[in-house]
């Protein structure tokens, strides 16, 4: 039997297959606690984060960055009640990280957890996290394409 030398592979990320094996993108910088206050202005981070989380043999599954994403909504549903949970958002976030040692999670949780600590209870500042974090889940499954 003759091989075929135009048949592409599916996990041959050079013709659009599995990316999670790219590590093309370096380590962002990390996102400074200001962001909080004066917004997002640029999303330019954002994407590079959401970029790296997805690449490598230890990129983040969607599934696990959407678990921790339910919390953060379910807070932001009813923030005024909930909001003494914000603290625990690290915890969960660490916990994550213990279960999955070979995963960027602990990136991920260097990178939020200053965060989530600045918030406190203040409500703008959360508004901004989560429009922090829903980018970063955006530009993760843009790049991933994971279905998990």
Not at 95 to 106: F, I, T, W
Not at 120 to 130: H, N
């Amino acid at each position: 039997m003759r091989p075929r030398f135009n048949q592409q592979n599916p996990n041959d990320s050079f013709h659009g297959g599995d990316r999670r094996n790219q590590t093309n993108t370096p380590k962002p910088n990390m996102i400074e606690k200001s962001i909080l206050e004066i917004g997002i202005k640029d999303t330019s981070l954002l994407e590079k984060w959401g970029h790296y989380l997805s690449e490598g043999k230890n990129a983040i599954k969607t599934s696990q960055l959407r678990k921790f994403f339910g919390a953060v909504k379910k807070i932001q549903a009813d923030f005024d009640y909930a909001k003494t949970e914000i603290v625990l958002l690290s915890p969960k976030l660490a916990y994550a990280v213990g279960r999955n040692k070979d995963s960027k999670l602990e990136d991920l949780y260097k990178v939020l957890q200053p965060l989530i600590d600045d918030i406190k209870e203040d409500k703008l500042k959360f508004k901004q996290f989560v429009n922090i974090f829903e980018a970063i889940v955006a530009y993760h499954k843009e790049q991933s394409g994971d279905n998990s």
